[in-house]
């Protein structure tokens, strides 16, 4: 049977993964079935297709739904569209509307300030398509390019022409203010009003059009329809004969609209320019060229060209174009438009280097480790611009008022011209009343509010180290009310320092840590470093060691001047029967406080005694305790997830002021916790940058990783924070705080103008110049609002980052 034949039927045929075997099969097309609207579901286990009959009343989307809830997947891919000629909210609804209508296509996101298109559709959907789909709906379409083309200025020419035309007109009006009375002649009126209305105002007309030709409406409409009544019936008035002197005409009124809304729009753009700074920041940062040493001689080469594994020569001043690790060289290295971070880090061979970065005084050879796309500066961009372009939750529920805002202004506007010429009787008054209504309704202000915010939250966040996935991220931090750590690698270190070397006896404590040193110089255990590590601080010399054996569980053993050694745990204290002696008391204390003790030995003939100990622990990061008490300040509750021994854990909460500790959880109990927290009635903020908090991270209501921890935990997260600084938390929520209330302020104007100013003009208290000036402004406003969080300058942890 050919379905394409049966009037308001359609074959959708989806590629379902996560399929394994024919019951997967049999739960796929059963759930499809389910489906209203679905005539048959049929799934072929060898291609993973699925092949659905529906009628009419069903998307992608809701296929695809439907087989995500029954635990498989549906294959799609990704394309972002830059999408011309929006002017408002209606026009996002319309652009996404026509998006949807296309088999294949699941979702469909159209943020108006970065004027994008992003469309989740399948793969077997062209991007002609797409574009044709958005083509028919009455704006433009491409694909953006891969090196991302800065936006051009708006000119400024139609406004300035459309003033010079205006002024004249609009001139008595602003001398009867001075008691002063002077008209122009009525067709020189018209002579000026006609470009004004016919030629810069043709854009109104040709959107406006092509918002009828798709049975929808938009800002534009609302103007040319407005304009044209106060400019026909001025036509009209001028054309008919005056039983007594001139009429009053209303050229000024529709030349003025006009003027104001091209000012306004001009404006506007102008302030949405401003929203991507911090995206044109980031792309200034990636070079053009590398300086490649290649077979022993040194060229530069365009950056496109280098691979990964070639050594780059980075000379002072230049700006790195690589993700390299260090190979030689030793110099300071400026990141702050990375991480924020506002002053050169030393780096040296072994230490790893960002692309974008500025070199200072060093010459520098990197060995490559990532190109492209890969680099750390593209992810930061890609994130940035995702986020920028995301739709945040609030703002589907303006794209729903947004999609009836039209049709409901050209009701109210007919509704008024009825009622006045009903009471009044006078149809040109009622017309320039309706015309009011027209003009002064703004759903450019409602689509401009929430994504102007998120554009200019995200990209402020960015300048100061904080990356912000996803709107929703951005959104949903501002009512956190508990935050959730990891310890080790998040308010620590994350490697173990030797905080302690107490002697024994005789020996001095710089007798015990050179010995030590000779045991342990040859390995690599993160103990053995920290011992090293501190050696080579106060800068002792290290005896040779020989029989150096590792003991498995325990410790290791030599001999070392002459004289057998072991150096170990409590237990092979025990195992070799030695009295700690005067150093037990030291060690339990230390132990209390949650540092992890080795027991240095003799351990052979008469000298067998504790020569002394060596107590190791994790290092708090220096703003981990700020960071906890900024939390505190803005009234939120701090807990602290780990699998380290309760004595540890409890020392380093004390230590920070953290108000509740969970200790010796397993990676799989640390989601459980989060889980019970937000059961409670808790928005749980999470922050952790190891493998196993991938599940944890998962199921928080928000999710921060440190950068430099493990890729799922980036991954996973919904912010990540440049710097492992755990201030950097407190600001993300301030900035959250600020962006949601910018977006509140916003949409409480965007509503306010119009609930007040319909009314208002319906009731003939406003003529067309006056509420024309309040519809262009309120755009603008909107906008302005919102640029202010660029001003933010944050914490003492992000002071001095900002670009």
């Known amino acids: 049977m050919n379905i394409a034949a049966i009037p308001n039927r359609r074959d959708i045929r989806l590629h379902v993964t996560g399929m394994t075997c024919a019951s997967c099969v049999l739960r796929v097309e059963k759930t499809l079935r389910a489906v209203p ?22 998307n992608t989307a809701m296929l695809t739904a439907a087989v995500r809830k029954a635990g498989y997947d549906v294959a799609t891919t990704e394309t972002v569209l830059q999408v011309g000629g929006m002017t408002c909210a209606s026009c996002v609804g319309r652009v996404e509307k026509a998006l949807l209508k296309l088999p294949g296509v699941s979702s469909a996101s159209v943020n108006l300030a970065t004027e994008r298109a992003t469309v989740q559709a399948l793969s077997t959907v062209p991007v002609a398509a797409l574009k044709a789909a958005i083509v028919k709906a009455g704006y433009t379409a491409s694909e953006l390019q891969d090196e991302p083309q800065p936006r051009r200025a708006p000119d400024w020419w139609p406004v300035a022409a459309s003033g010079a035309f205006t002024l004249p007109l609009v001139l008595p009006m602003l001398l009867q203010l001075f008691g002063l009375h002077w008209m122009l002649d009525g067709w020189l009126q018209l002579a000026l009003a006609t470009p004004v209305q016919f030629w810069l105002g043709w854009r109104f007309y040709r959107s406006g059009w092509k918002a009828v030709l798709a049975k929808a409406g938009n800002m534009d409409l609302l103007v ?10 001025s036509v009209y008035l001028l054309l008919r004969p005056a039983a007594q002197g001139m009429p009053h005409l209303y050229f000024e009124g529709s030349a003025a609209v006009i003027s104001l809304v091209l000012l306004g729009k001009w404006l506007e753009q102008r302030a949405k320019h401003q929203t991507t700074d911090a995206i044109r920041a980031l792309n200034a940062l990636r070079p053009t060229t590398a300086r490649v040493r290649r077979d022993g001689v040194e060229s530069d080469i365009p950056v496109e060209q280098v691979r990964v594994g070639d050594l780059v020569i980075v000379r ?25 971070e506002s002053l050169p880090v030393a780096r040296s061979a072994g230490d790893k280097v960002t692309g974008g970065a500025i070199n200072a005084e060093g010459l520098l050879t ?33 794209d729903r008022v947004s999609a009836v805002f039209v049709p409901f202004v050209l009701g109210a506007a007919l509704l008024t011209f009825l009622a006045w010429l009903a009471l009044a009787g006078n149809w040109e008054n009622a017309l320039i009343n309706a015309v009011s209504v027209l003009v002064i309704a703004c759903p450019c202000a409602l689509g401009l509010a929430t994504p102007a915010a998120i554009m200019a939250g995200t990209g402020v966040a960015a300048r100061h180290g904080i990356l912000i996935k996803d709107a929703q991220a951005l959104e949903l ?56 590590d501190k050696t080579r601080e106060a800068g002792l010399p290290v005896p040779e060691a020989g029989q150096v054996k590792a003991l ?28 700690a002696g005067a150093t037990l008391d030291a060690a339990q204390q230390l132990e209390r406080e949650g540092r992890t003790v080795s027991w240095l030995m003799a351990t052979e003939g008469e000298s067998r005694r504790v020569l002394g100990l060596l107590a190791f622990g994790d290092t708090v990061k220096a703003g981990a305790r700020a960071g906890v008490a900024r939390l505190h300040e803005l ?23 953290i108000d509740e500790v969970r200790a010796e959880v397993l990676p799989g109990d640390k989601a459980a916790i989060v889980t019970q927290l937000r059961d409670a009635g808790e928005v749980v903020a999470f922050v952790g940058d190891g493998l196993n908090d991938g599940p944890a991270l998962a199921a928080a209501s928000v999710s921060y990783a440190m950068a430099g921890g493990a890729d799922v935990a980036t991954e996973t997260a919904g912010v990540t924070l440049m710097r492992g600084d755990p201030r950097l938390v407190a600001d993300s929520l301030e900035v959250s705080r600020r962006t949601y209330s910018k977006i509140k302020q916003g949409l409480f104007w965007a509503f306010g103008y119009n609930v007040l100013g319909i009314p208002l003009a319906a009731l003939g208290l406003l003529n067309p110049v006056i509420a024309g000036a309040a519809m262009a402004f309120s755009s603008v406003s909107v906008v302005v609002n919102a640029l202010a969080l660029r001003h933010w300058h944050g914490s003492a942890a992000t002071q001095g980052g900002q670009a």
Not at 371 to 397: F, N, Y
Not at 567 to 579: I, P, V
Not at 635 to 655: E, F, K, P, S, Y
């Open 37 to 58: 609207g679905v005539q048959s579901a049929s799934v072929n286990p060898a291609t993973e297709e699925a092949s659905v009959d529906v009628d009419a009343s069903v």
């Open 224 to 233: 040319a329809l407005g304009t044209s009544a106060a400019y026909g019936l």
């Open 316 to 340: 002072p001043g230049d700006r790195v174009a690589v993700d390299g690790e260090i190979i030689d060289g030793r110099s300071h290295v400026d990141e702050s438009l990375i991480t924020g």
């Open 366 to 398: 990197l060995r490559t480790t990532a190109i492209g796309a890969e680099t750390t500066l593209a992810r930061i961009i890609r994130m940035v611009e995702s986020a920028q372009a995301a739709k945040a939750p609030i703002q589907r529920t303006v």
């Open 477 to 532: 931090a501002h009512a956190v009310t508990v935050v959730a750590f990891d310890k080790t690698g998040t308010l620590t270190e994350g490697k173990p320092a030797l905080a302690a070397v107490v002697p024994a006896g005789a020996s001095s404590r710089e007798d015990v840590l050179a010995l030590a040193a000779a045991l342990q110089q040859s390995s690599s255990h993160p103990l053995a470093v920290a011992v090293m």
């Open 552 to 579: 498995a569980g325990r410790g290791v053993e030599g001999v070392v001047q002459g004289l057998k050694l072991a150096l170990g745990s409590t237990r092979l204290l025990k195992e070799l029967g030695l009295d």
């Open 635 to 657: 009234g939120i509750r701090t807990v602290m997830l780990t699998g380290d021994n309760r004595g540890a854990a409890q020392a380093v909460a004390q230590q920070l002021g």
